[in-house]
């Protein structure tokens, strides 16, 4: 049924729709309307047969989560940036424990400074805990894979979390098809666990393990990993054969035929890159889009697939690994080891700055005549940094940076030095 509604709402029906038995909540914004709607219908009966748990902190959410899974029920939570930082540990229990939990991460910037806005340095921070990690287009993809996430998770008994840019996504209102219980139901099964407490059969969960068998544990992890790469597209099509439209997959291709630079990225800056392109085309360039939807695990062999017969490659990323570069962009190295290709990483969007098709233009425009440095961060204030940079050298005592650029762009009181 075609619907007009805000992303949160679409997540929460599809996410009652899969029948989830515990649902563990602890506001953040922006994820904050997926749990209010999923806790309405809860308490108005709409999704029923499901216990909703308010719980004093996104540690204890996962943790509560965690203790569901074990006891076998299909589990469900959402969080957002400093809000995932907090339940680290128990983030890596889940994945080291082999739970299936599924959780929405609404993509937020990482503090200090305090940031609410949409980059992908959350989830991104956490791309070794052992999670899946799939990324949504649109609210339509967000829905979707949520639906998938379910059955990937509890076949390889593995946590998911589906990612969606928080605010762009999750806040905006768009036409979403959303599918009937009957549809969901005749593609997810109901829950069968892997493994489950059960007093007739009692057993250790989270025992000690030493050297003697620790490292071939977490092979096994990456090994489950390496079995969603073949299970992701196959779940994908077995979607479509349902619901009649294609979503997920490990990465989606636009315009790449005859490409010669081919843009890379992750979630919904792809529409905008997409309407960029499709410009650049009409003028004769020769240019196609990558979009990245299963980060973890990472798609090496259909990354490499998809360059194969390009001449460049440019990463527009989210996310910024401090002292290193780029995060997405490291992985799309290794996926080109020995194909000859020229790589540019370009940082854009953090802490929610915009990324307009004026500067994407240029941008590409760069990239097409080779002309686009290795590393860049688009839009980036330079006369900023510079002034940053050299009152650092004039003053020891120059004071916190975030307070002195906020000064020196006169969102606050000007201070003299």
């Known amino acids: 049924m075609l619907k007009q509604m805000e992303g949160s709402r679409a997540v929460a029906e599809a996410i009652a729709l899969c029948r989830p038995e515990v649902i563990c909540a602890y506001p953040i914004s922006p994820q904050t309307h997926i749990v209010e709607a999923l806790g309405e219908m809860v308490k108005d009966a709409t999704l029923g047969d499901c216990e909703y748990i308010n719980v004093e902190s996104e540690f204890a959410a996962m943790s509560v989560a965690i203790g569901a899974s074990a ?61 899946l990690q799939l990324f949504a287009e649109t609210n339509q993809e967000a829905l979707d894979l949520h639906i998938q996430a379910f059955k990937l998770a509890e076949e390889l008994s593995l946590p998911i979390m589906v990612c969606m840019d928080g605010f762009i996504l999750t806040h905006a209102y768009e036409r979403v098809d959303m599918p009937t219980q009957q549809q969901v139901d005749q593609y997810l099964p109901p829950y069968e666990p892997r493994q489950v407490l059960d007093p007739a059969e009692p057993v250790s969960i989270g025992a000690m393990v030493g ?89 090496y062999a259909a990354v490499a697939a998809a360059l194969k017969d390009c001449q460049r490659f440019v990463v527009l990323e989210k996310s910024l690994a401090v002292g290193g570069g780029g995060i997405v962009a490291t992985d799309v190295r290794l996926a080109c080891t020995g194909m000859g290709l020229q790589g540019h990483t370009v940082i854009a969007g953090l802490g ?47 004071g916190p940076i975030a307070e002195n650029l906020l000064r020196d762009a006169g969102v606050v009181a000007a201070r003299n030095y």
């Open 352 to 398: 929610g700055r915009a990324i307009t098709v004026k500067s994407l233009t240029a941008l590409f425009e760069k990239a097409c005549a080779g002309e686009l440095e290795l590393n860049t961060f688009l839009d980036l204030d330079w006369k900023a940094v510079n002034k940053q940079l050299e009152r650092e050298k004039q003053v020891r005592r120059s």
């Open 211 to 299: 050297p003697e068998a620790f490292m071939e544990v977490r092979y096994l992890a990456h090994a489950k990993q390496m079995q969603a790469l073949e299970r992701i597209p196959q779940l994908a099509e077995e979607f479509q054969a349902v619901f009649g439209r294609d979503s997920g997959g490990l990465i989606r291709s636009y315009r790449t035929e005859d490409a010669e630079t081919i843009i890379i990225a992750m979630g919904s800056v792809l529409g905008t890159i997409k309407d960029t392109v499709d410009a650049m085309r009409e003028q004769g360039h020769k240019i196609g889009v990558l979009g990245i939807t299963s980060f973890r695990p990472f798609p």
């Open 71 to 131: 006891a076998g029920a299909r589990s469900y939570t959402a969080t957002a940036s400093q809000g995932l930082l907090y339940m680290v540990e128990a983030v890596y229990n889940a994945s080291g424990l082999g739970l299936p939990i599924v959780m929405t991460v609404a993509n937020r910037a990482i503090g200090a400074p305090i940031n609410i806005w949409n980059d992908h340095s959350d989830s991104l921070s956490q791309r070794d805990s052992g999670w």
